[in-house]
């Protein structure tokens, strides 16, 4: 599986962490979320953190995410609420806030521009 070979190369390399970027608003595809799920085990199996940025996931799949051995979910918000529908006319600014929640709801550390490594929201 390319996805695991390229995180033991990254390994390899001294990476502590690897990260499986998807483009779009989210996972469609049942048979692309199983490959996913598999590549999170095997690379968590190689001694180094998970991470992902998947676009909008559910409470459900935030879960089955983080049982698969995902340690942290990027869901980056670009900007603030109210400046939100100047740069982005596919999908609202909650839309973006309830995977957060979602991810943190699931135990998964978040990394989205508005929370630090810790959980913690910044000021």
Known sequence: MEIVDRAKHAKKEGAH???IV???PSIESSQEWETIHSAIGKIKALGIKPYASLGFIDKEEAIRLKRSGLYRYHHNLETSCDFFRN?????????????????????LSVCSGRYNRHGRRYR
């Open 87 to 107: 740069i982005c006319t596919t999908h609202g600014y909650e839309e973006k806030i309830e995977t957060i929640k979602n991810a943190k709801r699931a135990g």
């Open 17 to 19: 962490s690897f990260g």
């Open 22 to 24: 998807t483009s779009g």
